[in-house]
């Protein structure tokens, strides 16, 4: 939770227990249910989650 304070910064990294790595696909399995949130609104509960990474899929305008 320390670390996540830290996060809008970006300081949160380097930390001993945050490993961070360049993939085009993640997956995830869970024991139990977990809340699912997407872009800060809670969509549901899931079990597993794939994330995957497209190129040139997002535009972002600052």
């Given at each position: 939770?320390?670390?996540?304070r ?14 961070q ?10 024991e ?5 949130v997407v ?9 597993g ?5 497209v ?8």
């Amino acid at each position: 939770l320390r670390a996540r304070r830290r996060m809008p910064t970006g300081t949160h990294v380097p930390h001993p227990r945050l490993h961070q790595r360049r993939v085009r696909t993640l997956e995830r399995s869970f024991e139990h249910p977990m809340d699912l949130v997407v872009d800060s609104v809670a969509v549901g509960t899931a079990t597993g989650v794939r994330v995957r990474c497209v190129p040139d899929a997002l535009i972002i305008v600052v």
